[in-house]
């Protein structure tokens, strides 16, 4: 039988929850004897090659190819997981969500102390994906079956999770592994 | 008029005082009732309601319910946790709540009731409503992000402190915490001694150059669930 795969992504991430799984250290030659990996910047994969068992979201989503990306994983993977806070509440990218829209494009492109832009473009190019007005936590955009806190979740949590998930037995993390911080 | 009171939690004896809430009966025979508003040592407010619980079947704030003889109280019941969860919910998604870089962290008690109650996500969509930080004081700050409208800070200036610094304005949604003050919390009368400046469950008001004092791993809840201490004393 076909092992079963794992695809994850970064969205409005900073790739330290894909650190934390590296850091699950010589266990990932155990994970890769469970699963296979489909895309994922583990292996640089960037297009799903079939169905997936399981999919990690690292970050929320701030921009519409973040939507877009977590769409496609919710059509290709039976078990999606919100990987970390920002997956789960929107992170450090949503400090920006009590702040207007055109306020967080003037600070950064015209207004902040460090810009330096005399043409005052501010970037609008059809290739760039549009911002949201807010930064949306995942299970706001699509259903979510597992949340793994913590920025980020402790590799243990993570290994603990997916052991579980691809050994078809319950998800019940222990009290110290489930954590916010 | 008898000096002990006899009731009932969950089925358990449990011997109480005249006067006593139903909330430290509990406590002192190591029955944790989980609460946030409530701090020892301050008068009760009864404004979190996550100490409710069932008292002959019609729920009350077990911190402001006083106990009588052969009370039927449910505490910890699926309908109850049920119930509790739901506050803390609704707490998380109303303020700003960014844990991960919080002073508080680790030692927040809106965060370790989250913890025990093994909330990994709200059920309810996040607000995200503007909030204000006043860094005026030279020695402590306000983050009304982190707010959860407990009132200690209220009750321990006015109470403990005599000073009055902290009380509540506005309404609903738009209740907050403000100062005695014409302007900011640098103008008011209080000092980092003050109990106020310590009474805060999350990281609203927090003691300026402390910051993450304490490690990761050796924070109060880092380990043991909030109302474990309480639990151990059981007999």
Redesign the interface.
Known sequence: MAKPKVATTSLAGCFGCHMSILDIDERILKLVELVDFDKSPIDDIKKFTGRCAVGLIEGGCCNEENVEVLRSFREHCDVLISLGDCAIMGGIPALRNTIPLQECYDEAYLNGPTVHNPSRQIPNDPELPLLLHKVYPCHEVVKIDYHLAGCPPPADTIWEALVALLTNKPVALPYELVKYD | MSSTIEFTINGKDITGRPGQTVLEAAQDAGVYIPRLCYMRGLAAFGACRVCTVLVNGRPQAACTQTVAPGMVVENNTEKMTAFRRNLIDML?VEG???????EK??NCEL?AL??RF?I???KY??M????EVDMSHGDVFIDRNRCVLCGRCVRASRDVDGKHVFDFVGRGLHKRIAVNAEALLGDTELAVTDKAAEACPVGAIVKKRVGYAVP?GQRLY????IGSEIESTAL
């Open positions: 998380f700003n709540h960014f844990c991960m870089f919080c962290s680790g965060q989250a913890y093994g990994a996500a709200p969509p996040y995200f409503q503007p909030r990761v880092d380990h043991k669930p």
